[in-house]
């Protein structure tokens, strides 16, 4: 191999985000069969119901995800009535967002499913091989100045 040819499957960037979507992907059916719900759509409503009361800026910045994206997931839980928007006082161009009691619902619903995924997922490592994931993760976050996930016990 030459050093002008980039062999894809084995460059961590590809192979990270191959990972991140087939992980997702999956993950996906679950809460798409169960509530009709996109990816943006579970994302919002997962982080409203880790942090409660948040602008959709800051669902963006915690999840990762573009404004638009953001944007058309809060049109639909909306929608669905399973967020309130509440115009902030100081300025009018900000919302904030929180669920409502179905929303709340809804996402209390996934969480033993999100859960159940996760050890499934990871079940087929052992102790330590977890381990050594979650911590190389920790440190990839870190070397790509992400905000730091603390570390969490799966066993």
């Known amino acids: ?10 460059f961590l960037p590809y192979r990270l ?19 009709g719900l996109t990816r943006p759509e579970w994302r919002t409503l997962a982080t409203l119901g880790q942090f409660g009361e948040m602008t959709a ?10 404004k638009t994206k953001v944007s058309r997931a809060v049109q639909e839980l909306d929608r669905r009535k399973w967020l309130t928007r509440k115009p902030d006082p100081n300025d009018r161009r900000i919302e904030w967002l929180r669920l409502t009691s179905a929303g709340a ?7 033993p499913l999100a859960r159940g995924f996760e050890a499934r997922f990871l ?32 066993d």
């Open 105 to 111: 619902r809804i996402y209390q619903d996934l969480v």
């Open 123 to 154: 079940g087929s490592l052992d102790a330590g091989e977890r381990e050594a994931i979650l911590r190389a993760l920790a440190l990839l976050e870190n070397a790509a100045a992400l905000q730091p996930n603390p570390p969490r016990n799966l």
């Open 1 to 10: 191999m030459t050093d002008d040819v980039l062999p894809l499957e084995d």
């Open 17 to 35: 985000n191959r990972l991140a979507d087939a992980v997702s992907r999956e993950f996906s059916k679950i809460y798409r069969d169960r509530h």
């Open 57 to 66: 800026t800051e669902i963006g910045r915690h999840s990762a995800m573009h």
